[in-house]
C-alpha cells in the first residue's frame, strides 16, 4: 500500500473526527488543533506521495508526468494549496471563535495551560465556513475524494493495490 495512502485514511479518521457531533463543550483549541492538522495533512499526502511513494526512477517519471494535471483540478488550486498556504504560511484562516460552529463559549479553569483557563464551547462542524464564507466540509470531503482518485490512478499505474475506501 502506498504510504500516501495510509495517511489519507488517516485524514478521513481526523475529518471524521472532527465532523462528530457528540453535544459535549470542549477546548476550542482542540477543534483548532483538528482543523489545522486536516489542512496539513491534506496538502502533504501530495508531498508524501512524490518523496516517499515514488523514489524510484520510473514512479518519479510518472508522477512528473501527472502532477501538473492533479495541480490543476479545482479542489487542489482553490482549496488544498491555498488554505494550507494561509493556515501554515500566514497564520491566518482558523476557525474564528466568534462563529455560528461555536455554540456560547465559556471559560473554565484549566491548570494545564498557560493562563490557567481554557475556552470551551460545543461544536457544529457543518457550520464552519472558510475566508471566503464558503462550507468547509464539502471541500474536505472532495479533498479526500481528489486524493483518493489521484491515489487509485497511481495504484493502478505501479500495480499496488489499495486499501477500501472508507
Known amino acids: 500500500m502506498l504510504v500516501a495512502r495510509a495517511q489519507l485514511n488517516f485524514v478521513r479518521d481526523l475529518v471524521a473526527r472532527f465532523q462528530r457531533d457528540d ?12 482543523y489545522v492538522a486536516i489542512i496539513a495533512l491534506l496538502r502533504s499526502v501530495g508531498h508524501v506521495f512524490e518523496k516517499v511513494d515514488c523514489a ?23 482549496f488544498i494549496e491555498p488554505t494550507r498556504n494561509a493556515l501554515l504560511k500566514e497564520f491566518q484562516g482558523g476557525l474564528q471563535l466568534r462563529s455560528e460552529a461555536f455554540g456560547p463559549i465559556a471559560v473554565v479553569a484549566d491548570p494545564s495551560v498557560p493562563g490557567g483557563v481554557s475556552h470551551v464551547a460545543g ?23 481528489f486524493w483518493d482518485r489521484c491515489l487509485k490512478e497511481a495504484e493502478a499505474a505501479f500495480g499496488e493495490s489499495s486499501a477500501p475506501s472508507h
Open 123 to 145: 461544536f457544529d462542524a457543518r457550520e464552519v465556513r472558510d475566508l471566503m464564507g464558503r462550507p468547509v466540509l464539502p471541500n474536505l470531503h472532495a479533498a479526500m475524494a
Open 23 to 34: 453535544s459535549m463543550m470542549r477546548p476550542v483549541a482542540d477543534y483548532q488543533s483538528q
Open 56 to 78: 524510484d526512477t520510473d514512479r518519479r517519471a510518472w508522477s512528473k508526468v501527472q502532477w501538473p494535471a492533479w495541480k490543476r483540478d479545482p479542489i487542489f488550486g482553490d
